[in-house]
């Protein structure tokens, strides 16, 4: 009787939103990475700042609680992706703002500008780019790379390997010695 008790509060703590303070917290764990992840995916600071608010504000709305830690990381990165992009498919960013990202594209606009590593990952292919970040920036494994963004795991091997590449290639064009 007791664990049936147990189960049905357990069941009810799932079902409720989360509070103020508990979003609070999840901003300060996860905030930065989903900040970078937007930041990576769309390459500007402005863009970046407008879909980590949108996350938060679906998290905010949510009815009820996600599985545990992972969970939230994992539900979190794929929203970032989905966020970015529904911006990518919007009317306005394809009919105006797509000629000035290239026009405006600095390095005011940069996260780590100071870092050449990370300037050359954002200059890669957007399915380069994303997975690089992922796997170097946020740790996550090939299999959980490949859950998230729904693709085979060989895909995204492959990706990551000639990324290494590009990367290799730019930083040996850029006068760094290279050394796996």
């Known amino acids: 009787m007791d664990s049936i ?9 799932n079902q409720r939103a989360y509070s103020t303070a508990e979003i609070e917290d999840m901003v300060k764990q996860y905030g930065n990475m ?10 500007r600071k402005e863009s970046a700042d407008d879909i980590f608010q949108e996350v938060f504000i679906k998290l905010i709305k949510l009815r009820s609680r996600l599985d545990g830690h992972e969970h939230e990381k ?23 703002v797509y000629e000035q990202l290239d026009s405006t594209n600095d390095d005011s606009d940069t996260v780590e500008k100071d870092n050449p590593v990370y ?9 380069y780019r994303v997975i ?49």
Do not use: Q
């Open 5 to 13: 008790i147990l189960e049905e509060e357990v069941l009810m703590e």
């Open 34 to 43: 989903v900040f970078r992840l937007a930041f990576v995916k769309m390459k």
């Open 74 to 96: 994992a539900w979190l990165i794929k929203t970032t992706l989905n966020c970015c992009k529904d911006i990518w498919k919007s009317a306005w960013v394809r009919h105006v």
């Open 119 to 127: 300037t050359l990952v954002l200059k890669l292919p957007d399915k």
């Open 132 to 180: 690089v970040h992922l796997y170097y920036y946020e740790e996550f494994s090939i299999k959980e790379i490949s859950v998230m963004l729904k693709m085979n795991g060989n895909t995204v091997s492959t990706r990551l390997k000639r990324a290494r590449e590009i990367l290799k290639k730019e930083l040996v064009k850029g006068g760094f010695d290279y050394e796996i």
